[in-house]
């Protein structure tokens, strides 16, 4: 397998990982905080177009490029007999029970949910689908902020990176 193939992979999965990470971080720490001054009916219209407007490839790309990459750098690794594949598995793994997973039964559910409301007569529970909406995204952006740093320090220490002037025989990879 070509070198540059392998040393680019983490590189590749880490960035996906970040970006999903700083998604969901953004979307908690400042549009949640800004919907939580809505009123009803501008909240309805607002979380609909958002979840709408976020269905373009580019978000799909990131989605599941973030765990499908680190699934494939584990793979390669351990291919390559690196054991640090083990530890892409396990990121690759929780990024896809506790981000896509997580999405599809808790988030996707309630996105359907609220573009189903007419904005003129909005059930009674919109202010805790509302809350409900903000936790699981916040759950999302710990869970994705975590992966992100752990594959961060995977990829300090993946086959081809260089860690204070070490090479890959020397850390035991070649």
């Not at 177009?49 to 990459?69: D, K, M, Q, S």
């Amino acid at each position: 397998m070509p070198i540059l193939f392998i040393r680019i992979l983490p590189i590749i999965s880490t960035l996906l990982l970040g970006v999903m990470a700083g998604f969901f971080a953004t979307y908690s720490f400042n549009v949640n905080y800004a919907t939580l001054v809505l009123n009803g009916e501008m909240y309805a219209t607002v979380q609909s177009l958002f979840n709408v407007n976020v269905r373009h490839a580019g978000f799909f790309v990131c989605f599941f490029g973030a765990g499908v990459f680190a699934l494939i750098t584990a793979v390669v690794f351990l291919q390559q007999r690196c054991s640090i594949g083990w530890l892409w598995l396990a990121v690759g793994l929780a990024y896809m029970l506790g981000i896509v997973m997580f999405t599809k039964w808790v988030n996707l559910p309630l996105n359907y949910y609220t573009e189903s409301w007419d904005v003129h007569d909005l059930p009674t529970d919109w202010e805790a689908v509302r809350a409900q909406w903000n936790q699981a995204n916040l759950l999302r952006t710990w869970i994705s902020g975590a992966l992100f740093v752990m594959a961060t320090i995977l990829l300090s220490r993946s086959p081809g990176a260089t860690v204070l002037g070490k090479d890959d025989a020397s850390r035991g990879w070649g």
